[in-house]
C-alpha cells in the first residue's frame, strides 16, 4: 500500500498537457564552449513555452509566472526513451548581417562551430514529457484557464519548441483538475515527476532498476538592468534569480523513498520545482 499523509490543498486548479517533438536540447546553464543538454526541460524553459501560447514578449513573464503563484512540474512520459547525440553545429558570426546588408565586414570567419548536445528518442518515436502547471491565486487561475482555452483550441500563441526554435513541438492530451481533485501530502513513499533534491531521500534499495539523474537546474529568471552613459538603462536581459538541485528519471518511471511537499494527483504524486 502507498504511505501518504494527505494534508489541506493549496492549489486551486492543475492543467496537465503532454509536449512532444522529434529533436529537442536544453542547454545546462553552467556549460561553457560545448552546449551539454538536460534530459528534461527546466522550469524556466516551461514558463517560457506558456508564455510563447499567450504572446509574452521575450522576458516580460517572470512575474507573472513566479514560483509562488505557478507550480511547475515535468517528467518524461513513461514509456519515452531518449538518448544523447553530440553533434557540431555552423553558427554565424554576429557581423555577419552587415555583410548581407551593408556590404560591410570581412568575408571569412563568419561562422563560428560548436558542439550542441541533442536530445534524440529511441526507435524512430518521439521525445515526450509530460507537463503540470497549478496555481494557487484567483489572479494566476485567470492566466491558466487562458492558456487551457488556447491549447484546447490550437492556437499556441508563437509555437511550442524543445528548448530552441528549430525543434518545433506539439501538444496533446491536455487534462484538467480541479481542487477537488488534488491532495497535498506531507509525505509520500513515491514520487512520479521532477523533485527538488532537499524535498526528498531515496531508496537505493527499491530504485536498482531505476535511471536517476541527479543535476543543478535554474528554477527562475529575473530582468537585469544594465547602465549605460548618463545612468539611462539600456538593453535589459535576464540573469539567474534561482537555481535549485533537483532529482528525476530519466524515463520517467516512479521511483522511491520519503518525499515531503508533494501533490497526489488521481493515482500520480507531482512534486513541484
Given at each position: 500500500m502507498n504511505n501518504i499523509d494527505?494534508?489541506?490543498n493549496d492549489i486551486l486548479k492543475l492543467l496537465s498537457f503532454r509536449v512532444y517533438?522529434?529533436?529537442?536540447?536544453?542547454?545546462?546553464?553552467?556549460?561553457?564552449?560545448?552546449?551539454?543538454?538536460?534530459?528534461?526541460p527546466p522550469r524556466t524553459v516551461i514558463i517560457g513555452m506558456l508564455a510563447s501560447i499567450l504572446k509574452f514578449e521575450r522576458d516580460s513573464y517572470y512575474d507573472v509566472f513566479n514560483y509562488k503563484d505557478f507550480k511547475i512540474s515535468v517528467s518524461v512520459t513513461p514509456g519515452t526513451i531518449i538518448r544523447?547525440?553530440?553533434?557540431?553545429?555552423?553558427?554565424l558570426h554576429p557581423k555577419y548581417h552587415n555583410l548581407l546588408a551593408k556590404g560591410s565586414g570581412k568575408a571569412k570567419n563568419m561562422h563560428s562551430q560548436c558542439k550542441l548536445e541533442l536530445l534524440i528518442?529511441?526507435?524512430?518515436?518521439?521525445?515526450?514529457?509530460?507537463?503540470y502547471a497549478g496555481i494557487t491565486g484567483k489572479k494566476s487561475l485567470t492566466i491558466l484557464n487562458e492558456i487551457e482555452?488556447?491549447?484546447?483550441?490550437?492556437?499556441?500563441?508563437?509555437?511550442?519548441?524543445?528548448g530552441q526554435r528549430q525543434f518545433l513541438a506539439s501538444i496533446d492530451e491536455v487534462?484538467?483538475?480541479?481542487?477537488?481533485?488534488?491532495?497535498?501530502?506531507?509525505?509520500?513513499?513515491?514520487?512520479?515527476?521532477?523533485?527538488?533534491?532537499?524535498?526528498?531521500?531515496?531508496?537505493?534499495?527499491?530504485?536498482?532498476?531505476k535511471h536517476i539523474i541527479i543535476d543543478q537546474m535554474p528554477i527562475h529568471m529575473k530582468i537585469e538592468q544594465?547602465?549605460?552613459?548618463?545612468g539611462k538603462t539600456i538593453n535589459p536581459g535576464r540573469t539567474l534569480h534561482s537555481i535549485e538541485r533537483v532529482v528525476y528519471e530519466k524515463s520517467g518511471r516512479r521511483i522511491f523513498g520519503s518525499?515531503?511537499?508533494?501533490?497526489q494527483v488521481k493515482n500520480r504524486v507531482i512534486s513541484f520545482y
Open positions: 494527505l494534508m489541506s517533438g522529434k529533436y529537442a536540447h536544453f542547454r545546462k546553464f553552467y556549460t561553457n564552449a560545448s552546449s551539454l543538454s538536460y534530459f528534461v544523447k547525440q553530440m553533434q557540431s553545429l555552423n553558427y528518442p529511441e526507435d524512430n518515436k518521439y521525445i515526450d514529457y509530460t507537463i482555452l488556447k491549447i484546447r483550441e490550437r492556437d499556441l500563441g508563437y509555437g511550442i519548441y524543445l487534462k484538467s483538475y480541479s481542487e477537488k481533485d488534488i491532495h497535498r501530502t506531507n509525505r509520500s513513499d513515491h514520487v512520479d515527476s521532477i523533485c527538488i533534491k532537499n524535498n526528498c531521500n531515496l531508496d537505493p534499495g527499491k530504485n536498482l532498476d544594465q547602465g549605460g552613459k548618463g518525499f515531503k511537499n508533494c501533490y
